[in-house]
């Protein structure tokens, strides 16, 4: 049997923290900042994990 190769796109997307949550980018960071507002974008700024469900989707898909 072949190995089983990992989804890259997710690679690259996703962080495996050591308590097993699963790290995530958030939206609207690129550029263009100045018309949101300083709660959003403070909001923004902390950490974001997914859910149980998704997190255990992702998992299969990088290991």
């Given at each position: 049997?072949?190995?089983?190769?990992s989804?890259k796109?997710?690679?690259?997307?996703?962080?495996?923290?050591?308590?097993?949550?699963?790290?995530?980018?958030?939206?609207f960071r690129?550029?263009?900042?100045?018309k949101q507002d300083?709660?959003?974008?403070?909001?923004?700024?902390?950490?974001?994990?997914?859910?149980?469900?998704d997190?255990?989707?992702?998992?299969?898909?990088?290991?």
């Amino acid at each position: 049997m072949p190995k089983m190769k990992s989804v890259k796109a997710a690679v690259k997307r996703f962080r495996v923290k050591k308590s097993g949550k699963v790290k995530r980018g958030t939206a609207f960071r690129s550029h263009i900042l100045t018309k949101q507002d300083a709660a959003t974008r403070r909001e923004q700024n902390s950490p974001k994990y997914l859910s149980k469900t998704d997190a255990a989707n992702v998992k299969e898909m990088i290991v």
